[in-house]
């Protein structure tokens, strides 16, 4: 029996979940689909296992298909509670996934509500009023508004939601989070049975919801949910050996925080190499080939960053084509550089990125290690067959697209030495 057993839309919302949890106290497996959940003789002495699904943006039906198959292999692990993580800025369309998929996990489960939580105040997500805020700013008015995949121009949560599932959607204000957990408990257990979005602004406010909902079997949030779980385990005292090797960031992400870290480390004296997506949909190849030749002739103690998004023009006017075509060709040239370069150490920033490169590595478990920053660890993992060079220790770091200090690419490797 374990804790709590969760599955992530993203790959980086899943290490986002785990450095939380770990941080906390708790041991933590992050597994890569479902097939790769342990037997219960394997997750023996973990109280949290998570899989990591790249279902964010993907049809409907398979969103809700890889969920499922993940609850039903996490179910024999017999779950104290679940956890359906998706991100802090609720990144979804009209048609989901987010509301599919809880839809989905309750109805497998016999279950009828669940709480709504995406606030994430270390990372300056809050919940207000039923509004979500970015900093200072709400949703829709961020640099989320902009994504190239899931642009969010509304900011109630209940809105975005209710479109997205056949359940009814209420709230609870912040004044009932206030009034403390007992008397948070009763509210919510007065509601009738519904997706209840709960206003959340203060760490203290997630911990207080968390005490409250110690017996709902399903919960769904961000990370920053999880911050009211605690656990007996150090996490000072988890070996975590990296391997040694070469350095590389590849970014997918169109984020505005990877666009200042990409900014920063390139004024700091890392070597940019900027993808021209026009080439790349036209010859993904020849791009690959050219991105692997110009890593080869670096100075192996320079940081390099390849990246396809500089500045909003670049995603203005994207085809659908472009964003698994960019997935794809940084996917190739990770794999080429750990194959053949050497490369051992990796940041990937933006969460479909992550899961098309680690899915390409052939990764299937990662073993969380040192935070970064809030929500972004460094794991530890090995490549499979998938990546052409089976059995080789990696270390990676699969950043959130919106997370870390604006000079993680120069300092995030300080945390491995
Ligand atoms: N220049 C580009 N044009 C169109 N899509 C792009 C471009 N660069 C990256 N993308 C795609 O945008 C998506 C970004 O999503 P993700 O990796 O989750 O990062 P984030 O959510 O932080 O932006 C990926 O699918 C990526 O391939
Ligand atoms: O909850 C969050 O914000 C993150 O864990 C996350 O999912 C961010 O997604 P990407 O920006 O697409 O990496």
Known sequence: MIRLAAIADDFTGATDLATSLRERGLRVAVVLGAEAVPSSAEAKGLDAVIVALKSRTAPVAEAVSVSLDSVRALRELEPGQYFVKYCSTFDSTSAGNIGPVLDAVLGELGERRTVVVPAFPDNARTVFQGHLFVGGELLSDSPMRHHPLTPMTESRVSALLTPQTSHPVTEVSVDSVWAGADALRDTLDALPDSYVVVDATTNADLET?????????????????????????????????????????????????????????LAAGAAG?????????????????????????????????????????????????????????????????????????????????????????????????????????????????????PGTPVALALKSGNFGSTDMFSTAWEALS
């Not at 909902?213 to 070996?239: C, E, I, K, Y």
């Not at 990296?242 to 666009?259: I, M, N």
């Open 273 to 389: 190499f900027k993808l021209d997506v026009q080439r790349l949909l036209a010859d993904p190849g020849a791009v690959v080939a050219e991105v692997s030749a110009w890593l080869a002739g670096l100075d192996p103690e320079v940081v390099p960053v390849v990246y396809s998004v500089a500045t909003l023009d670049d995603i203005r006017d994207a085809s659908h084509d472009a964003a698994p075509a960019v997935e794809g060709v940084l996917s190739r040239v990770v794999v080429d550089a750990v194959a053949r370069l050497g490369v051992r150490r990796v940041i990937v920033a933006g969460g479909e990125t992550s899961g098309a490169v680690t899915t390409a590595l052939g990764c299937t478990r990662l073993l969380i290690g040192p935070q970064i920053a809030p929500g972004v660890c460094w794991s530890l993992s090995t490549t499979g067959a998938a990546s052409g060079s």
């Open 209 to 265: 919801i968390q005490a409250a909902t110690t017996s709902w079997r399903v919960l769904s949030g961000s990370a920053g949910l999880a911050f009211g779980m605690r656990g007996d385990h150090d996490p000072a005292n988890q070996r975590f050996d990296a391997p040694e090797g070469r350095r590389l960031v590849v970014c997918g992400s169109a984020s505005a925080k990877t666009r200042e870290q990409i900014a920063a480390a």
